[in-house]
């Protein structure tokens, strides 16, 4: 699928999650791709797929019609209510749950794919312990797929220089994890990082890529991501994927 199909069939459904969610996946609309495209490679008419704070859903809702996949979505029981309505008309299943707090109850040896996307630095829990809660849940040589802002990027090294907070005010980054507040990042990390992750829950790390989250408008903004098609690990976001 192009990219411009793939925006227009991100943003039609606007009846469901309100013009917001669609302003949100056109704003991420790169990011999307993205994922949607990495996870195309390890999925197979019949799949199962499980995905961590899927919000929206509007990757999982085209990986599903593509594929026929499976898809279950976990979320916090106030977005999985705000959003029955979509998933139950995309046919997904729905689990209610706090992923900082809570322990599901999730079948062993199911899923051929975990989606963690834009999750794991929203909660305050080491990668290696968000990812260990659901390994018995991943077929063999199962993937779990991680996307989550670069640490290393360039907007992260220019704050730096500036001497500029690259996180939220500390009475949000130590508040609790609720509904309310789910945007906060908690923790930011590097590429290698998450690769070490991997390694600790003994997965084998197969793919690192980067990606921009929405075309610059900015003309400063502009000079500046051109850097980043050169030295692709200074781009905002990162992709990577860990092998069962």
């Given at each position: 699928?192009?990219?411009?199909?793939?925006?227009?069939?991100?943003?039609?459904?606007?009846?469901?999650y309100?013009q917001?969610?669609?302003?949100?996946?056109?704003?991420?609309?790169?990011?999307?791709?993205?994922?949607?495209?990495?996870?195309?490679?390890y999925?197979?008419?019949?799949?199962?797929i499980m995905?961590?704070?899927?919000?929206?859903?509007?990757?999982?809702?085209?990986l599903?019609?593509?594929?026929?996949?499976?898809?279950?979505?976990?979320?916090?029981?106030?977005?999985?209510?705000?959003?029955r309505?979509?998933?139950e008309y995309l046919?997904?299943?729905?689990?209610?749950?706090?992923?900082?707090?809570?322990?599901?109850?999730?079948?062993?040896?199911?899923?051929?794919?975990?989606l963690?996307s834009?999750?794991?630095?929203?909660?305050?829990?080491?990668?290696q312990?968000?990812?260990?809660?659901?390994?018995?849940c991943?077929?063999?040589?199962?993937?779990?797929?991680?996307t989550?802002?670069?640490l290393?990027?360039?907007?992260?090294?220019?704050?730096l220089?500036?001497?500029?907070?690259?996180?939220?005010?500390?009475?949000?980054?130590?508040?609790?994890?609720?509904?309310?507040?789910?945007?906060?990042?908690?923790?930011?990390?590097?590429?290698?990082?998450?690769?070490d992750?991997?390694?600790?829950?003994?997965?084998?790390?197969?793919?690192?890529?980067?990606?921009?989250?929405?075309?610059?408008?900015?003309?400063?903004?502009?000079?500046?991501?051109?850097?980043?098609?050169?030295?692709?690990?200074?781009?905002?976001?990162?992709?990577?994927?860990?092998?069962?």
């Amino acid at each position: 699928m192009r990219y411009k199909e793939f925006v227009k069939k991100i943003t039609e459904d606007v009846d469901y999650y309100k013009q917001e969610g669609a302003d949100y996946n056109l704003y991420h609309a790169r990011r999307f791709y993205k994922t949607y495209k990495v996870c195309s490679r390890y999925l197979k008419k019949g799949s199962r797929i499980m995905s961590l704070g899927a919000g929206t859903a509007c990757v999982e809702k085209i990986l599903s019609q593509e594929n026929n996949v499976e898809v279950t979505v976990v979320d916090f029981p106030e977005v999985i209510e705000g959003e029955r309505a979509y998933y139950e008309y995309l046919g997904f299943k729905m689990i209610a749950a706090n992923l900082s707090e809570d322990q599901l109850n999730l079948p062993h040896d199911y899923f051929d794919l975990l989606l963690f996307s834009e999750v794991v630095e929203h909660v305050p829990v080491p990668p290696q312990d968000q990812l260990r809660k659901f390994d018995a849940c991943v077929k063999k040589n199962g993937k779990l797929v991680i996307t989550t802002p670069n640490l290393g990027s360039i907007m992260h090294i220019i704050k730096l220089l500036l001497m500029q907070p690259l996180l939220e005010p500390p009475e949000r980054t130590f508040s609790k994890v609720i509904a309310e507040n789910q945007a906060v990042h908690r923790r930011e990390y590097m590429p290698r990082e998450i690769v070490d992750a991997f390694k600790k829950i003994d997965y084998r790390h197969i793919l690192t890529e980067y990606f921009l989250y929405t075309y610059p408008k900015k003309l400063h903004l502009k000079l500046l991501y051109a850097v980043t098609s050169i030295i692709p690990r200074f781009k905002l976001g990162m992709l990577l994927v860990g092998e069962k």
